[in-house]
């Protein structure tokens, strides 16, 4: 959601410019999945690259383009919507400066696309091409907010907002921006709750939503005055006028989109679609276009049916960090924001942040039985969770980690958790929380795994670019030094490890005993870029599943990639 955890607590990764998944290939040697080279084995894509990924703020030009911010991949594109599989890269990480973080994006009167930058807490002009720019508005909020909404009223003056999702003495407010930076920007309202995405209607005045309020304001920005309108919805993230002059909202923890008429407050149902939506805009023809953050890609709405059908039909992960194979079979993935189930080649979320129970950062997880572990990062505090399959309940399982990364199930029925923010790696007993460190003094520790025919557990320790073995008795001992950023390690049939290098976007097999590797594939989509957050390293991760094929999960742009060898 564009508002969501300021996009993640500004964290961000982002990756290449590749938006449209390339041909599969047949591996062996040459070309395979997406650029994959994996000599003696078959590749191919299981999960494509996604498309269009974390879709946020929206703007339309009137000439069949959409303008989408990619947010945590510092990317805008536009979308022929006349044909969406031509996508074209206006701005992303391999600028000379990259824009931090576009969350919202308005086309100005003057043709121009105005963003803001939740990050950078600016405003920045662009061309319709992104190679002119020019930052207008600089320092919106105090330092402890994000920028995050923006639009133009009838009169071409410029206004956004800023606000904060955690930190209650960090209060949001509108702010107005001239379009040329000549001035500095102004607040015209402070404070306001968390003030989302908004819009003018024809009376001059700005219809605001506050997403944790559930309610939307009406601001008068000359006398600087704010009343009620209407309240009672759920998370409201995204508010536009429509072609009539009332309203068009969304709740992004329902995926419901109503219609609120500007005077009375009165409220219609328009649609629903998939939890976690983030932003909308409708066309000239009255069709309306709503963005995802948790689930990603652009939806059309359908108004007669109350419905919604992606624009691009297409399977995807946001960013895969871990991966288990559950009993059935499927892949159990650490999906960023969701917990995802990969069956054949069908992906389902099991759970989205801040939708179920605020949930957040949700990098990893794994299935023992009919219970579903997982670990989440919603600050201060890192948890582990356990969701009952067979009824749905959820149950917290142990708190107060730093930042609690892979979880896999360990010896003993424990559950072992990465933490790359305390540095250490815990077995957690599932029945009552308590934890004890298996390995401590490790620098940003992701990958886990569990040899249960040696009784040893593997840790990739990310920043110390190793991977150590830590017996039941004994201390932990590495058995691969000098690793390129080792993230995902797997155990194989014959007791060897699958590391996954990330920055080299490389796969290596290790003998534990000897020492010895090799590498098995190349040019694999692991490595991102970007902003980051302090003693965090997103990760990618390896899976042998039970027939022997290989999975490595592509945090670069949302895949899974799968090795026959």
Same mark, same amino acid.
């Given at each position: 959601?564009?508002?969501?955890?300021?996009?993640?607590?500004?964290?961000?990764? !982002?990756?290449?410019?590749?938006?449209?998944?390339?041909?599969?290939?047949?591996?062996?040697?040459? *070309?395979?999945?997406?650029?994959?080279?994996?000599?003696?084995?078959?590749?191919?894509?299981?999960?494509?690259?996604? +498309?269009?990924?974390?879709? #946020?703020?929206?703007?339309?030009?009137?000439?069949?383009?959409?303008?989408?911010?990619?947010?945590?991949?510092?990317?805008?594109?536009?979308? *022929?919507?006349?044909?969406?599989?031509?996508? /074209?890269?206006?701005?992303?990480?391999?600028?000379? &400066?990259?824009?931090?973080?576009?969350?919202?994006?308005?086309?100005?009167?003057?043709?121009?696309?105005?963003?803001?930058?939740?990050?950078?807490?600016?405003?920045?002009?662009?061309?319709?091409?992104?190679?002119?720019?020019?930052?207008?508005?600089?320092?919106?909020?105090?330092?402890?907010?994000?920028?995050?909404?923006?639009?133009?009223?009838? &009169?071409?003056?410029?206004?956004? /907002? #800023?606000?904060?999702?955690?930190?209650?003495?960090?209060?949001?407010?509108?702010?107005?921006?001239?379009?040329?930076?000549?001035?500095?920007?102004?607040?015209?309202?402070?404070?306001?709750?968390?003030? &989302?995405?908004?819009?003018?209607?024809?009376?001059?005045?700005?219809?605001? +939503?506050?997403?944790?309020?559930?309610?939307? #304001?009406?601001?008068?920005?000359?006398?600087?005055?704010?009343?009620?309108?209407?309240?009672?919805?759920?998370?409201?993230?995204?508010?536009?006028?429509?072609?009539?002059?009332?309203?068009?909202?969304?709740?992004?923890?329902?995926?419901?989109?109503?219609?609120?008429?500007?005077?009375?407050?009165?409220?219609?149902?328009?649609?629903?679609?998939?939890?976690?939506?983030?932003?909308?805009?409708?066309?000239?023809?009255?069709?309306?276009?709503?963005?995802?953050?948790?689930?990603?890609?652009?939806?059309?709405?359908?108004?007669?049916?109350?419905?919604? &059908?992606?624009?691009? +039909?297409?399977?995807?992960?946001?960013?895969?960090?871990?991966?288990?194979?559950?009993?059935?079979?499927?892949?159990?993935?650490?999906?960023?924001?969701?917990?995802?189930?990969? /069956?054949?080649?069908?992906?389902?979320?099991?759970?989205?942040?801040?939708?179920?129970?605020?949930?957040?950062?949700?990098?990893?997880?794994?299935? =023992?039985? *009919?219970?579903?572990?997982?670990?989440?990062?919603?600050?201060?505090?890192?948890?582990?969770?356990?969701?009952?399959?067979?009824?749905?309940?959820?149950?917290? =399982?142990?708190?107060?980690?730093?930042?609690?990364?892979?979880?896999?199930?360990? +010896?003993?029925?424990?559950?072992?958790?990465?933490?790359?923010?305390?540095?250490?790696?815990?077995?957690? *007993?599932?029945?009552?929380?308590?934890?004890?460190?298996?390995?401590?003094?490790?620098?940003?520790?992701?990958?886990?795994?569990?040899?249960?025919?040696?009784?040893? =557990?593997?840790?990739?320790?990310?920043?110390?670019?190793?991977?150590?073995?830590?017996?039941?008795?004994?201390?932990?001992?590495? =058995?691969? /030094?000098?690793?390129?950023?080792?993230?995902?390690?797997?155990?194989?049939?014959?007791? !060897?490890?699958?590391?996954?290098?990330?920055?080299?976007?490389?796969?290596?097999?290790?003998?534990?005993?000897?020492?010895?590797?090799?590498?098995?594939?190349?040019?694999?989509?692991?490595?991102?870029?970007?902003?980051?957050?302090?003693?965090?390293?997103?990760?990618?991760?390896?899976?042998?599943?039970?027939?022997?094929?290989?999975?490595?999960?592509?945090?670069?742009?949302?895949?899974?990639?799968?090795?026959?060898?």
């Amino acid at each position: 959601m564009r508002s969501v955890m300021g996009r993640l607590l500004m964290a961000a990764a !982002t990756v290449g410019t590749l938006l449209v998944p390339a041909p599969v290939g047949a591996g062996n040697g040459g *070309d395979g999945a997406g650029g994959v080279s994996a000599p003696g084995c078959r590749a191919r894509y299981l999960v494509p690259p996604s +498309p269009l990924n974390q879709t #946020d703020g929206m703007a339309l030009d009137g000439r069949g383009g959409l303008y989408v911010t990619m947010a945590l991949y510092n990317r805008i594109v536009r979308v *022929d919507l006349q044909d969406p599989r031509n996508i /074209t890269v206006i701005a992303d990480e391999t600028d000379a &400066e990259p824009l931090q973080v576009p969350d919202d994006i308005a086309l100005g009167p003057d043709g121009n696309l105005y963003v803001t930058e939740l990050l950078g807490r600016k405003v920045t002009r662009l061309s319709l091409d992104g190679k002119q720019r020019k930052v207008v508005g600089t320092n919106l909020g105090d330092g402890g907010t994000g920028t995050n909404g923006i639009a133009f009223n009838g &009169e071409g003056r410029l206004f956004a /907002t #800023d606000l904060s999702f955690s930190d209650p003495s960090h209060p949001g407010g509108l702010w107005e921006v001239d379009p040329e930076g000549i001035r500095p920007p102004v607040p015209v309202i402070r404070p306001l709750p968390t003030p &989302e995405g908004f819009g003018f209607g024809p009376d001059g005045l700005a219809y605001v +939503p506050q997403m944790f309020a559930g309610r939307i #304001d009406v601001i008068d920005v000359d006398d600087r005055t704010v009343r009620k309108l209407v309240d009672g919805f759920g998370y409201l993230v995204a508010l536009k006028v429509d072609r009539t002059g009332n309203l068009l909202t969304m709740e992004t923890d329902t995926g419901k989109v109503w219609r609120v008429d500007r005077q009375t407050g009165a409220r219609t149902f328009v649609a629903v679609g998939p939890r976690g939506l983030d932003n909308l805009v409708e066309d000239r023809d009255g069709t309306i276009y709503v963005s995802n953050f948790a689930q990603g890609n652009i939806w059309k709405v359908d108004q007669a049916r109350g419905v919604m &059908e992606p624009l691009i +039909p297409d399977r995807s992960l946001s960013f895969p960090f871990s991966l288990s194979e559950a009993p059935d079979g499927s892949v159990v993935v650490g999906d960023f924001t969701a917990v995802a189930r990969v /069956t054949g080649d069908r992906v389902t979320r099991l759970n989205r942040l801040l939708v179920d129970g605020l949930q957040l950062l949700t990098p990893g997880a794994v299935q =023992v039985g *009919d219970d579903l572990y997982y670990s989440d990062f919603l600050p201060p505090d890192g948890r582990i969770f356990r969701i009952d399959l067979a009824t749905g309940r959820r149950h917290l =399982v142990a708190g107060g980690f730093g930042f609690p990364w892979t979880v896999r199930e360990g +010896p003993g029925g424990n559950v072992l958790v990465s933490d790359q923010a305390l540095g250490a790696v815990f077995a957690v *007993d599932p029945n009552n929380g308590l934890r004890s460190p298996l390995v401590q003094g490790l620098r940003s520790p992701s990958g886990l795994a569990f040899d249960r025919q040696r009784g040893v =557990v593997y840790v990739s320790d990310t920043g110390g670019g190793q991977v150590l073995a830590v017996a039941s008795s004994g201390a932990p001992t590495a =058995v691969a /030094t000098g690793l390129h950023q080792p993230e995902g390690v797997a155990v194989d049939r014959d007791g !060897t490890l699958l590391v996954v290098e990330g920055d080299a976007g490389r796969l290596v097999r290790v003998d534990p005993r000897l020492g010895t590797r090799s590498v098995v594939a190349t040019g694999l989509p692991t490595r991102t870029l970007g902003v980051g957050l302090p003693l965090m390293n997103y990760s990618s991760d390896v899976l042998v599943r039970r027939d022997g094929t290989i999975l490595v999960s592509g945090d670069a742009d949302g895949s899974l990639v799968e090795l026959s060898c």
